[in-house]
């Protein structure tokens, strides 16, 4: 067992690793983080399964704090409010839940925050759709080779990996330097 986990590690750090040669589209991302936030828009953070959870996270460490107290910045996560969800998925179809949020709700200005480990979620190219149509601009952090989703938005961050739990682990870390990047900047 003490193999598998050091085999685990192992290849954990090698997709990390694997990213370095995308850290300028990384800090690309953050500049547009923080061209938001400046501008009083609001993060709006949508993704499936575990990336739900993630686009949570990440939210809440906009809005309540990552690592230095300041001001709270403008962030949501699309997937928090159970009965608009179920009203939605129920009355439009699951592939309209954050579209019909971020026609509700974003504006020029704002920025859709995708994450996808495939890159094929229909729900989510429907949520990019909406923002093009409202003049939303749209980033996402996708695994595999992208997916549909990645020419469909403005800046993309692929993990190289099949692997669903490697790209998830690594979304949640490149996430966690944005943040610190935004809060250096804006704090």
Same mark, same amino acid.
């Given at each position: 067992?003490?193999?598998?986990?050091?085999?685990?590690?192992?290849?954990?750090?090698?997709?990390?690793?694997?990213?370095?040669?995308?850290?300028?589209?990384?800090?690309?991302?953050?500049?547009?983080?923080?061209?938001?936030?400046?501008?009083?828009?609001?993060?709006?953070?949508?993704?499936?399964?575990?990336?739900?959870?993630?686009?949570?996270?990440?939210?809440?460490?906009?809005?309540?704090?990552?690592?230095?107290?300041?001001?709270?910045?403008?962030?949501?996560?699309?997937?928090?409010?159970?009965?608009?969800?179920?009203?939605?998925?129920?009355?439009?179809?699951?592939?309209?839940?954050?579209? /019909?949020?971020?026609?509700? #709700? !974003?504006?020029?200005? @704002? *920025?859709? $925050?995708?994450?996808?480990?495939?890159?094929? %979620? +229909?729900?989510?190219?429907?949520?990019?759709?909406?923002?093009?149509?409202?003049?939303?601009?749209?980033?996402?952090?996708?695994? /595999?080779?992208?997916?549909? #989703? !990645?020419?469909?938005? @403005? *800046?993309? $961050?692929?993990?190289?990996?099949?692997?669903? %739990? +490697?790209?998830?682990?690594?979304?949640?870390?490149?996430?966690?330097?944005?943040?610190?990047?935004?809060?250096?900047?804006?704090?």
């Amino acid at each position: 067992m003490t193999d598998r986990i050091r085999g685990g590690l192992e290849e954990l750090a090698d997709t990390a690793a694997a990213l370095r040669g995308q850290a300028d589209r990384i800090e690309a991302i953050g500049r547009r983080y923080i061209t938001t936030l400046r501008g009083g828009g609001t993060l709006f953070f949508a993704g499936n399964g575990g990336s739900a959870a993630h686009a949570q996270h990440v939210a809440t460490e906009y809005v309540v704090r990552f690592s230095r107290a300041r001001r709270p910045f403008r962030a949501l996560a699309l997937t928090t409010d159970s009965s608009l969800l179920t009203a939605a998925g129920n009355d439009l179809g699951f592939d309209r839940v954050f579209a /019909r949020q971020i026609e509700a #709700l !974003a504006r020029p200005g @704002d *920025l859709l $925050v995708l994450h996808s480990t495939s890159g094929a %979620s +229909r729900n989510l190219i429907a949520a990019v759709e909406a923002a093009r149509r409202i003049g939303t601009g749209v980033v996402a952090l996708l695994g /595999r080779d992208g997916g549909p #989703l !990645a020419p469909l938005v @403005d *800046l993309a $961050v692929v993990v190289p990996s099949d692997q669903t %739990s +490697r790209i998830q682990e690594l979304h949640l870390a490149i996430e966690h330097l944005l943040v610190d990047m935004v809060e250096r900047e804006l704090a």
